[in-house]
C-alpha cells in the first residue's frame, strides 16, 4: 500500500497549511529584512566618487549638481538613471557608475575633447575627437584655431575623418584648412585660412584626397610664373577629371588640362 495514501487526509491537509503558513512567514520576514535595509539611513548614498580626467568640470560641482537628482539608496538607487544624470552635465561624454558598499557611488567621467566647431558661425555646436557633436559654453574651450565644420545631419563622423586627412594635404602650401563644408549633394569645399575657396567635388574619399594632392603638387608651377604664393589663391575648382580652374589676386587663370573643359558635381 502506498504510505502517502495510509496517511490520514485531515493529517495531510495539516502539513500542506503548516508549510504553507511556513513559507508565507518566511516571506514576509524576508520582506521584513529588505524593507529595513532598503531605509535605514545607513543605507543612503553618502558619498559619490568622481573620477576621470576632468578639464571643464570639477568633483565639487559635478557632485552638487547630479546629487539632488538620485532618488534612493546604496540598494534602490537606479545606476541607469544617475549615469543619463551625469551625462547630462556639459562636456561630459561618457558616464560609469558602480555601487561601493555599503552607501557610495563611484564615478568614472570622460570628458569631449573639441576637435571642430560644428554648423553654421553663429552655432555652439563642437565635434568631439571621436565625432560625436555635443553643446557647450565656447567661453569654455581650452583650444585656440579649432575648424569649422558644415555638413548633413550624422555625417559628423565622415567629415572629422575626412579634414584629418586634407589638413596635412595642404600642409606644403603652408596655408591652413580652416573648415569644410559638405553639401546635400555630397560635394566638398574646403575654406583656408586666407578665406580662400576650394570647390572638391564629390566621390568618395581617396577621390577627393587624390584631387587635393594634385593640386598641392601643381599649384606652386603656376604661382610661381605670376611670382606669386599660395597666400594670393583666392578660390579653385578641382571638379575636373584632367585639372582645376583657380583664381589668384589680380590674375585669372586654369591649369592647361582644364581648358574647355566643363566641371563635374
Known amino acids: 500500500m502506498n504510505r502517502m495514501s495510509a496517511v ?3 493529517v495531510r491537509l495539516m502539513n500542506i497549511t503548516a508549510t ?3 513559507m508565507g512567514c518566511l516571506a514576509a520576514g524576508v520582506a521584513a529584512v529588505g524593507w529595513w535595509l532598503m531605509r535605514y539611513p545607513a543605507f543612503n548614498i553618502g558619498r559619490i566618487v568622481v573620477e576621470g580626467e576632468l578639464v571643464h568640470n570639477n568633483a565639487v560641482t559635478l557632485r552638487a549638481n547630479v546629487a539632488p537628482v538620485l532618488k534612493g539608496n546604496f540598494f534602490t538607487v537606479n545606476l541607469k538613471a544617475a ?4 551625462e547630462q552635465v556639459p562636456w561630459v561624454r561618457e558616464a560609469q557608475v558602480r555601487r561601493e558598499y555599503p552607501n557610495s557611488l563611484r564615478v568614472l567621467l570622460k570628458e569631449h575633447v573639441a576637435e571642430a566647431f560644428w554648423g553654421p558661425d553663429t552655432g555652439t555646436g563642437l565635434v568631439d575627437n571621436t565625432g560625436k557633436v555635443f553643446e557647450a559654453n ?3 574651450l581650452d583650444r585656440d584655431g579649432l575648424p569649422r565644420l558644415q555638413g548633413p545631419e550624422g555625417s559628423a563622423p565622415r567629415m572629422l575623418q575626412m579634414y584629418r586627412l586634407l589638413a596635412p ?3 606644403p602650401l603652408d596655408v591652413t584648412l580652416d573648415g569644410l563644408v559638405l ?8 575654406r583656408l585660412d586666407n578665406d580662400a575657396v576650394i570647390e572638391a567635388g564629390g566621390g568618395g574619399t ?3 584626397l587624390q584631387r587635393v594632392q594634385r593640386f598641392v603638387r601643381t599649384l606652386p608651377q603656376i604661382t ?5 604664393t599660395a597666400e594670393a589663391l583666392e578660390s579653385a575648382d578641382l571638379r575636373y577629371d584632367d585639372g582645376y580652374a583657380l583664381r589668384l589676386k589680380g590674375v585669372t587663370t586654369g591649369s592647361a588640362t582644364a581648358a574647355g573643359a566643363r566641371p563635374r558635381r
Open 8 to 10: 490520514p487526509f485531515d
Open 20 to 22: 504553507v503558513l511556513f
Open 83 to 86: 549615469q543619463e544624470a551625469f
Open 138 to 140: 565656447l567661453g569654455e
Open 169 to 171: 594635404a595642404l600642409q
Open 183 to 190: 553639401d546635400a549633394r555630397g560635394s566638398w569645399q574646403l
Open 206 to 208: 581617396e577621390d577627393v
Open 224 to 228: 610661381s610664373q605670376y611670382k606669386r
